[in-house]
């Protein structure tokens, strides 16, 4: 019996002699077995996985798919508990079946198990239940421990500006390392802080916008909160003034239970969901208090005013919305100056009136590029450059001789992997004949383990030669000028269409052609322009720079071109 094993341990927080441990008691009950051997080829984990999900479980997927393989390299598989297999009954049956199928036994050595017995699936699923509730209990008690800190006023976790988290211990109990026991987390108004969200309250209660408070925390290098991960500069902007505003721990009201967390059984990882406001938690904490209540009563009114008047404005992002959508180059363009993505910062649909603009100046006061352009304006010069490169014969022959240089790239890489073949074919040759001798010793002298071992670890490495083969095996790259220059050519006429058909439809496919547009913002005795330079654009060659006017009551021009430089003047 060729054995494989696997174990698991769920967080990081647990010892990594726990795989130890596990391994230990998979070897031990196959050395019980006469003729088992346990294949170390095959003995693998998953550290600091949950079980809840099978997304994530790397070692475990190994071993399911090594299990279709023809001939198949192991015979069962050994799990300390079912626990390690998975934390969902579903899951667990699901891949129990799957193993089943391709003739792989499985074996839980702590329930005893085995699922080539008929009563196996009723005791895997009492089990995988009792597996399942327990993360709905460990859950249960983990939210239940939050509620009791919450009431006792802590909180529950994670930084909020304008406080300090401090830890509250217990003298009477010992934690880790020798030190107190800490029973929760205190917030401390930080004094610094604290005076800057006083003055970010009155300044919008006086009538003040997010934007022009934005820019003048940020003129003034008022430190801001840490920015987000999607986000590289720190600095005051309009969304998080927005969450700040409407942020009670300011008026000391401690609101918890909002959200929650739910796994995607696909991609394993939590996802937060809002809650009923039923289910929400107040709790008065008078200590947080930062801002008062007239002052905290007088911006609540504008928000809500503010709210009703203008819910449905959005702007900016790839397809963040219909508007949004309609836009062909959103999410392409960044500025020049900051890197930020420029964005719409005015206009409300009207073809003429939309204007791009930096977000970091318009809303932060950060980036020097105040120049804004007209969406039609923009999106106009931008086709007819596309289009006329697209167009351009020195651009197709470009093209051409990149394409034939790939090809010919691609034909040597094949040769070169022809040759390595001939020397797998030789190496799976002299693997072939070891097996006939070992083969032979087992006829002659018994089962012996040490004999099933190699035999085994030679058939894997026959196995790994038939995947490098099998994946290696050489494809037809040849092909004629003719068919070169005729394949060329109708992508070139796809991507010309695709310029004018319905902007949702074509904002996908072509962002993958043309990458980033920067466009920088530079000054010219005839006004400004926006400089358009390649952030990656595949259809130009070369460093290409394309200006583009901004300035209103100016028709686009049409464009000239001088052998691969494109101007718009």
């Known amino acids: 019996m060729r054995c494989a094993s696997y174990a698991r341990y769920s967080s990081d927080l647990q010892r990594d002699s726990s795989i130890e441990d596990q391994f230990r008691t998979c070897r031990g009950f196959a050395a019980h077995h006469a003729g088992w051997t346990v294949l170390e080829r095959y003995t693998v984990a998953d550290e600091a996985i949950s079980g809840a999900a099978k997304a994530g479980r790397n070692a475990l997927n190994f071993l399911i798919e090594e299990a279709k393989r023809k001939p198949r390299p192991y015979d069962c598989i050994l799990i300390d508990d079912t626990s390690r297999l998975a934390r969902n009954v579903d899951d667990a049956l699901k891949m129990v079946e799957v193993l089943q199928y391709h003739g792989v036994r499985v074996i839980f050595i702590s329930q005893g198990i085995d699922t080539s017995d008929k009563t196996a699936r009723q005791l895997l699923t009492f089990n995988g239940m009792m597996d399942e509730q327990y993360l709905v209990g460990l859950a249960d008690k983990v939210h239940r421990g939050q509620e009791g800190r919450v009431l006792k006023g802590f909180s529950p976790g994670g930084k909020c500006y304008g406080y300090v988290n401090v830890p509250v ?101 939590k996802v937060s969901k809002a809650r009923p406001k039923e289910e929400w938690q107040r709790v008065p904490v008078p200590d947080w208090r930062i801002v008062p209540d007239t002052l ?13 008047k203008f819910s449905a404005a959005q702007s900016g992002g790839m397809n963040r919305t219909e508007k949004a959508r309609s836009y062909l180059f959103s999410g392409l363009l960044l500025c020049g100056e900051c890197k930020s993505r420029l964005v719409i910062i005015s206009g409300q649909g009207k073809r003429g009136y939309v204007r791009y603009g930096c977000p970091s100046h318009r809303y932060r006061g950060v980036c020097g590029n105040a120049l804004t352009i007209r969406q039609d304006r923009l999106e106009d010069q931008l086709i007819a450059a596309l289009e006329q490169r697209l167009a351009n014969p020195k651009m197709v022959e470009y093209t051409l001789t990149r394409f034939h240089e790939e090809l010919q790239k691609c034909q040597a890489q094949i040769q070169r992997h022809a040759a390595g073949m001939a020397g797998w074919q030789t190496e799976r040759r002299q693997l072939q004949v070891r097996v006939g001798y070992v083969t032979e010793a087992i006829a002659e002298t018994g089962h012996s383990p040490a004999l099933l071992s190699k035999l085994a670890d030679i058939e894997a490495q026959i196995a790994q030669l038939d ?59 005839s006004g400004p322009v926006y400089e358009v330079s390649d952030g990656g654009m595949n259809l130009l060659p070369g460093k290409d720079v394309m200006p583009l006017v901004a300035r209103d009551g100016i028709e686009p021009p049409t464009p000239a071109f001088s052998g691969l430089r494109s101007t718009i003047q």
């Open 169 to 269: 211990e217990d003298s009477n109990r010992q934690g880790k390392y020798g030190r107190p026991a800490v029973i929760g987390v205190k917030l401390e108004i930080h004094p610094q802080q604290a005076a800057v969200i006083r003055r970010i309250f009155q300044m919008y209660a006086d009538g003040m916008g997010l934007a022009r408070i934005s820019k003048t925390l940020n003129d003034e290098k008022v430190s801001a909160p840490q920015p987000p991960r999607t986000r590289e500069m720190q600095a005051w902007c309009p969304s998080s003034l927005w969450e700040m505003l409407r942020n009670e721990k300011y008026r000391g009201m401690n609101v918890w239970n909002r959200t929650r967390k739910i796994l995607n059984p696909e991609t394993g990882r």
């Open 296 to 308: 905290w009563g007088a911006v609540q009114a504008r928000i809500a005013h503010t709210s009703q």
């Open 467 to 525: 995947r490098r083969i099998e994946a290696r095996n050489p494809m037809d790259v040849s092909a004629t000028p003719a068919e070169i220059r005729k394949f060329v050519y109708s992508n070139v006429m796809e991507l010309r269409e695709l310029l004018h058909q319905d902007p949702s439809r074509s904002k996908a496919t072509l962002s993958q052609h043309i990458g980033q547009l920067v466009l920088t913002p530079t000054e010219t005795p």
